[in-house]
């Protein structure tokens, strides 16, 4: 099964799809004169002036369920594993990657909001790549493909983060337990189960508000305890940034076979962390509340700052000030070592150990428990923000499914899809609690993958309704506007949804 999964997962994450993640995030940076840059301010902004309503959660809870979603292990066995097998300069590329993708994650949550529709059992609003890519060209002669192409994209997200995804989280969540407290993996599952049966079963409001509690608690706490780290070792810190930067671009001899790996690891370990261009922040987008679809946009563009400037990078600073790191050639933890910190002992494994080891050496006994906590808060919420996404894609593909039905049969058929997805998800990550690390991460990176090829080609294509929004939200702002959007006067066909929203918003807000 392994070799399997290797092989399939290199087919998946060839050099074409790093260059298309690259490529794709210079382009929307160029054409959007640099929003990520110029509209900062307007993210933050909108964070704190955000509206809600019964059928939509606000914006900060909108950002707090993508950050549910980007911030997880990745940001800890993901970063360790980019280095090991990418060398130091990886961390540099996955800036690159969170810079250029800010603007990726713009397109594609502005065409999450834009073409976002209301579900018909919970009331509750519903988007992502399978909505837009079904609706935006609606009505041109390529209606056909993209419908399919939606269809598409809504069973490969179903599988992805039902199946392949949740096995990555529990995995690394177990073997960081049983490091710090020798727990046995099916006792991890079990506890995992319950909790996570209890909130996905509460449905969006339970999870958003779920995620609005703990993210910003977990992500503030590990970043202020790795930055104490770092400056414990701040003479260290010039010489980290210098071999950062020289291993970026091969500058450094130590590091010069791996110069190459340093993209592929930087990139492909970015994009599974922050998940900009991946398709998954949209759904989180469309969930919100908002007047305007570039305000979310906005806030989904802050959303891959925080995960990989901060988190990430807080991760990286932290591994590499301490000398806890390790590289080996061939993208093999059974290659040969190029280059070692000192610090990791000669067991160490590739993942959560070498952060651990870092937290260690200041902490001393500390490090591996706050990471097992650490990785359980992120672990859980990650995979509560997947099934979220899973859900959302079944609904679009049960509704459409069941047009031609009897009354009350729809219903109960995604009455029973939805409980059959939640059972499906609670397997997943039992199974992957008790699987191998290198399965885990396999089938993870295959999700990933086949969601980001899909997503970057549609919103290539689709793109200009969002640039459209983005210069409309830029006029009403110079005009001192709170922007509202009306597609009709953008000429914006398929935004059923915004066609409405003035009456359907009063009749909300008389109901509070």
């Not at 999870?207 to 992500?219: G, L, Q």
Request: contains cysteine.
């Amino acid at each position: 099964m392994s070799e399997v999964l290797s092989a399939i997962n290199d087919v998946i994450w060839s050099d074409w799809l790093v260059y298309l993640c690259l490529a794709s995030g210079v382009y929307f940076s160029v054409r959007s004169r640099f929003l990520q840059v110029r509209h900062i301010k307007g993210m933050v902004e909108q964070l704190v002036r955000g509206e809600r309503s019964p059928s939509g959660v606000s914006s900060f809870q909108a950002l707090a369920m993508s950050l549910s979603g980007r911030v997880g292990t990745g940001n800890i066995a993901g970063v360790a594993t980019a280095i090991a097998f990418g060398g130091p300069g990886a961390l540099f590329w996955m800036w690159m990657v969170a810079f250029l993708g800010a603007s990726t994650s713009f397109i594609e949550s502005t065409l999450g909001q834009i073409y976002k529709t209301r579900d018909p059992l919970t009331g509750e609003y519903r988007g992502g790549p399978a909505y837009y890519l079904s609706r935006a060209l609606a009505h041109t002669r390529g209606a056909p493909f993209f419908k399919v192409y939606g269809y598409v994209f809504a069973a490969v997200t179903v599988i992805a983060c039902g199946v392949l995804l949740p096995g990555v989280q529990a995995n690394s969540m177990a073997t960081a337990i049983d490091g710090a407290w020798a727990l046995p993996s099916w006792v991890v599952a079990v506890g995992a189960v319950i909790v996570l049966a209890f909130v996905i079963i509460g449905g969006v409001k339970r999870i958003a508000n779920f995620a609005a509690f703990v993210v910003p608690f977990m992500a503030v706490a590990y970043i202020i305890l790795a930055l104490i780290v770092v400056f414990a070792n701040a003479a260290a810190l010039p010489e980290m940034f210098s071999m950062v930067f020289r291993a970026a671009f091969g500058m450094d001899a130590a590091f010069g076979a791996v110069v190459g790996l340093a993209v592929m690891w930087g990139v492909k370990r970015g994009v599974y962390s922050n998940e900009a261009g991946q398709g998954t922040g949209p759904h989180a987008a469309a969930a919100a509340e908002v007047s305007h679809p570039a305000k979310q946009g906005l806030v989904q563009s802050f959303a891959v700052y925080i995960d990989t400037l901060f988190v990430c990078s807080a991760t990286g600073f932290l591994i590499l000030s301490t000398g806890a790191y390790r590289v080996h050639e061939g993208g093999s933890s059974d290659g040969p070592v190029l280059a070692e910190g000192g610090l990791l002992s000669t067991t160490a494994v590739v993942g959560p150990q070498f952060v651990q080891a870092g937290f260690d050496s200041v902490f001393a006994g500390f490090g591996a428990s706050f990471i097992a906590v650490t990785l359980m808060f992120f672990c859980l919420t990650t995979i509560i923000a997947y099934y979220y996404m899973a859900e959302t894609n079944l609904r679009f593909l049960v509704g459409k499914s069941s047009k031609t039905l009897i009354p009350g049969i729809k219903a109960s058929i995604g009455r029973v899809t939805t409980m059959a997805l939640q059972v499906a998800i609670l397997i997943a990550v039992a199974y992957g609690c008790v699987n191998t690390a290198d399965n885990a991460w396999a089938m993870g990176d295959i999700g990933v993958g086949l969601m980001a090829w899909l997503n970057i080609i549609g919103i290539l294509i689709l793109q200009q309704p969002a640039f459209k929004a983005l210069k409309d939200f830029e006029a009403q702002k110079k005009l001192g506007l709170d922007p509202v959007f009306d597609p009709k006067v953008l000429n914006i066909v398929g935004a059923t949804f915004w066609e409405t929203y003035k009456t359907d918003r009063e009749k909300e807000k008389a109901k509070l």
